[in-house]
């Protein structure tokens, strides 16, 4: 299942308690004239403001797959498709998002929805395969149905598959465009297909209650509400959150960063220990904020790191679920905060924490603003080789969905290689159980895994340090593994090696050109110098050093890009008697 934005939150009584606590005040209650009502065309509708930024997206891109939303399922028994595809069926039937396709209509983007459309889930078998090939073919058939494009103005934007392991054992697979699904929809999905399911298989009727709207209520409903008053109050906030900011987190590549951002990607999974994650959260619990911020800053000190920058920005989602009447929808409703930290003064993490927890709060109480608003507001200087605003996104979520019976049936999520990010680094969390498990999702562009997986070590020896330490220097803070820190300190630094006795470098290299006066040097480019040609060259400045006072104990700066003057430098500081010092 891809986490690629907030689940269906379950706070617990105190965080809720303590999150209404913090916000109170904050929100505007919604007056009679701010309620959603059934808008009166129902063949069509305007894109909410989410929608409109990924149809302009798929616009630059229709045969990208970065914004598939797939999940895989594990189903153990007796497998009744008929039931499986009328529930599913039936779920289309009553959220009009997943029976609507996007065109343009008097040079404006507009959602057509179909008043009916009816699937049929193909079963495809696997059983002639060798038992052990059979989940391996799964897993790659999930990854290639993910990373297959949809086409926005055609239905559906929905795809279900289900693959036969065995007699009793199968994979469904369902892929949908993010533009009319997020996380929150999925578990309500999910929800649904068993109730309905559990009524179908047992030649009972739907006992789900009609939905009051629909999300293209919604979506008109937000073109009216946002303007005007409340959202010059909103993007106000943000404009002065932001003001200043490059929007640029230069973190250490592997690679040249490509021109134009793609969407190449994979993952890897982690854990945090239950020891330490319990620490976490008596740290988050002792300075009064939630888990998410603890983490959040924790993350930002990593980034900070890793950059040296102390201005960072990274992106959260959000369920975006503030109003009662939408809470029953699928539909694309999931927001996107811009998280903007500051590190400087290396602030002890106490300290660092409280700064963390009161923008998080603030963020909070604006998060109306949809992230495609917000930069449409700010107009960023746009840049085709990374996303705007932030390239790093962080999150902490609920669980992955947990096995849970359907009559005759057990099913349960399968992970798989999704192959796709639309950012530089995307860090998910989930707590489970006693410890928290964390995913990596990072660019194949930009990083090697290698590299990747030296960052994770890092953040769990920051975080160990963290609790440890929690009012130590942010910069002072346990980062390398004891591994490392033995190679960098003693490993890299054991220098000792058979005394020379032949004489510095600039004599060997005069020895050398006495003998192969007429052999090439060095080359560069089209360029080439023999040994006497570099010899003359290099003499010729070291002359002019010592005309300057350059001699023994002389330090000389060079500031060069790789060419043949920086060799013909080097030799003539040393042959003047100084030492060079390489300038960046």
Known sequence: MTYDESKRPQLSAAKRALLEKRLKGRRVAPTPGQLISRRASRESAPLSFAQQRLWFLWQMDPEGFAYNVSAAFRLKGQLDLKALERSFNEIIRRHESLRTSFRVVNAEPRQIISSALVIQIPLEDLQHLPEDARHLEAMRLASESSQQPFDLERLPLLRIRVLRLSADEYVLLVVMHHIVTDGWSQGLMVEELGTLYQAYSRGRESTLAELEIQYGDYAEWQRGWLSGEVLEQQVSYWKKQLSGSRFMLELPTDHIRPPVQTQRGTQITFDLSPELSEKLRALSREHEVTLFMTLLAAFQVLLSRYTHQTDIIVGTPIANRTRREIENLIGFFVNTLVLRSDLSGAPGFRELLHRVGEMTEAAYAHQDVPFEKLVEELQPERDMSRSPLFQVMFALQNAPMQSFELPGLNLGPMEFEHGATGFDLECHLWEYEQSLHGMLVYSTDLFEEATMRRLIRHFQTLLDAIVAQPDERITRLQMLTRA?????????????????????????????????????ALRFDETTLTYSELNARANRLAHYLRRRGIGAESIVGLCLERSLEMIVSVLGVLKAGGAYLPLD
């Not at 004489?503 to 006066?517: D, S, W």
């Open 484 to 520: 490392e820190e033995r190679q960098l300190l003693d490993d890299w630094n054991d220098t000792r090696t058979e005394t020379y006795t032949h004489g510095p470098a600039h004599q060997l290299f005069v020895a050398q050109a006495a003998t192969t006066p007429d052999h090439i």
